[in-house]
Nanobody, 124 residues
């Protein structure tokens, strides 16, 4: 099994920045792709960004392109999401996810392990 624990979420003003972290533990050697999803109140969980094992391939959902950056430190088993120029519509619970697929996928169904989430609130 793999355990994921997110941190870094908090209240921030629009235009501000946050850096989310996700610490992985357990059988981390089976993880290839890692990603971030978010769920706003009353909405379905949506894909935000993903990165492959080597960090050589990244994919972002259109609304966050140019503002968010996903990265990973495999030596520390940690995933990051740098979020800049935050907007009120970015308010959501952000979830870290990990999967055994070599190919990056935007579908939540392709991820095998999930964290509990961290709340990000952007005030206008």
């Amino acid at each position: 099994q793999v355990q994921l624990v997110e941190s870094g979420g908090r209240l921030v003003q629009a235009g501000g920045s946050l850096r989310l972290s996700c610490a992985a533990s357990g059988r981390t050697f089976i993880i290839y792709t890692m990603g971030w999803f978010r769920q706003a109140p009353g909405k379905e969980r949506e894909f935000v960004a993903a990165i492959n094992w080597r960090g050589s391939s990244r994919y972002y959902v259109d609304p966050v392109k140019g503002r968010f950056t996903i990265s990973r430190d495999n030596a520390k088993n940690t995933l990051f999401l740098q979020m800049d120029s935050l907007k009120p519509e970015d308010t959501a619970v952000y979830y870290c996810a990990a999967g055994r697929s070599i190919v990056i996928d935007t579908s939540a169904a392709r991820y095998d392990y999930w964290g509990q989430g961290t709340q990000v609130t952007v005030s206008s």
